[in-house]
């Protein structure tokens, strides 16, 4: 039986050297809407924020604004947070997605994916020197990112041209390459029909959604997604698995982890949606 083993050992190496037949879709949340996503065998950081403990001041004109930014530290060291990156995600600039010491750390040369020419402009003044725009689909080390533009808000919060200037443009990606679990980043975003046309025509097995309900003065309404928006996802996908993060880190944000998964519990939804401790790691393969 000696060519057995021989044939099983063989078998279990091209199993090693192939990167698609051991490649695994995981998500680390770091804080807030920062993450490592890994993909077909490749890294992507998502939206970082490096600062420490109350480095900004809150947010202006929004709930809580006397609170300083970010409302906690970091899990890891900075160091820890870019270890085996192969790119970064910018899904928009703001000081609680892309702040000035990601800007100062992180390597001047690594890939930047980014939204609009505008972003882009303002990334590659900071020093950066491979800013690629998402104005169609790019595939990168085997993973094709797609870009699925966001509203930052509601239409009548858009009406205001001052509200207008300040949320800006954002967006979200799909991601997705053979053999894999298809994966929609969402971003900062209300939910719209663009929301709903993304999962009917790319039924992504994995949504990551930002849900920390995050609240500007004068509107009832919020400009990202909260525990409702959570449940109409599982409601439109029964199968796709869900990671709620954007919470407890941002002067601005009204749901917290605590209360996303007692909304979680009490609608029984526990064996779809996960919300991740700050440095834990989820498979989401299983």
């Known amino acids: 039986m000696k060519w057995i083993k021989t044939l099983a050992v063989s078998f279990l190496g091209l199993m090693l050297m192939s990167g698609s037949a051991l490649a695994q879709v995981s998500y680390q949340h770091i804080r807030n809407a920062t993450g490592k996503l ?53 899904t ?34 900071e020093g950066f020197n491979n800013v690629q725009i998402l104005n169609k689909d ?6 094709r990112l797609t870009k699925i533009e966001g509203t930052h808000g509601t239409e009548a919060m858009y ?27 969402m971003g900062d975003t209300v939910w719209t029909v663009r929301v709903t046309k993304t999962l009917h025509n790319y039924r ?4 990551i959604m930002n849900t920390g309900y995050a609240k500007v003065l004068g509107y009832n309404e919020s400009i990202i997604m909260g525990t409702e928006d959570v449940a109409k996802a599982t409601r439109l996908m029964p199968k796709s698995k869900i990671v709620a993060v954007h919470m407890d880190s941002i002067n601005h944000c009204t749901v917290s982890r605590k209360n996303m998964r007692e909304f979680v519990r009490l609608m029984n939804l526990q064996k779809q949606v996960s919300v991740p401790d700050d440095g834990e790691t989820l498979n989401l393969d299983k």
């Open 159 to 185: 009406e205001n041209p001052e509200f207008a200037a300040v949320a800006g443009e954002s967006m979200g990606i799909v991601f997705s390459a053979d053999g894999e679990k298809s994966t929609y980043l």
């Open 138 to 143: 790019i595939v990168f080390q085997g993973v």
């Open 92 to 125: 928009h600039t703001h000081l609680d997605h892309w702040d000035e010491v990601a800007q100062q750390f992180i390597n001047k040369d690594i890939p930047v994916f980014v939204q609009d020419e505008k972003d882009a402009a303002d990334i590659r003044h």
């Open 38 to 90: 890994s993909y077909n065998n490749t890294v992507f950081l998502i939206d970082p924020m490096l600062a420490e403990k109350g480095r900004y001041e809150g947010f202006a004109g929004t709930f809580n604004s006397e609170i300083r930014n970010p409302t906690i530290d970091l899990p890891e060291t900075k160091e820890d947070v870019l270890k085996g990156v192969d790119a970064i995600i910018v």
């Open 204 to 207: 992504p097995d994995v949504l």
